[in-house]
């Protein structure tokens, strides 16, 4: 059975960072491809970011890049999200995604994907 656990989410001010963990288990977690999502209250689940297991190519969407970095560690089965400059008054529940493909590039990659079961993060302004 797989099971992706999140943490790391909390309250910080605007401008300020935080770093999320997603620990996997049940997965042969070398071929999964990872990822992070978000869905703000009343707004539809959006993709934030992913890495290919096959490469560790990393793809982000347009609102993060440049702020938000994904990584992953292999040993510890883990998938972390350091997110900076997060902008004030932009709460959501963040979301990790694992699914068995090695590349995450395709427009739906996190079809039948394994969810967690999301942190919150809040910003102060």
């Known amino acids: 059975e797989v099971q992706l656990v999140e943490s790391g989410g909390g309250l910080v001010q605007a401008g300020g960072s935080l770093r999320l963990s997603c620990a996997a288990s049940?997965?042969?977690?070398?071929?999964?491809?990872m990822g992070w999502f978000r869905q703000a209250p009343g707004k539809e689940r959006e993709g934030v970011s992913c890495?290919?297991?096959?490469?560790?190519?990393?793809y982000y969407a347009d609102s993060v890049d440049g702020r938000f970095t994904i990584s992953r560690d292999n040993a510890k089965k883990t998938v972390y999200l350091l997110m900076n400059g997060l902008p004030p008054d932009d709460p959501a529940v963040y979301y990790c995604?694992?699914?068995?493909?090695?590349?995450?590039?395709?427009?739906?990659?996190?079809?039948?994907?394994?969810w967690g079961q999301g942190t919150q993060v809040t910003v102060s302004s």
């Open positions: 995604a694992a699914a068995p493909l090695r590349f995450c590039s395709g427009r739906h990659w996190y079809d039948g994907a394994s």
């Open positions: 890495m290919s297991a096959g490469d560790g190519e990393s």
């Open positions: 049940g997965v042969t977690f070398d071929d999964w491809s």
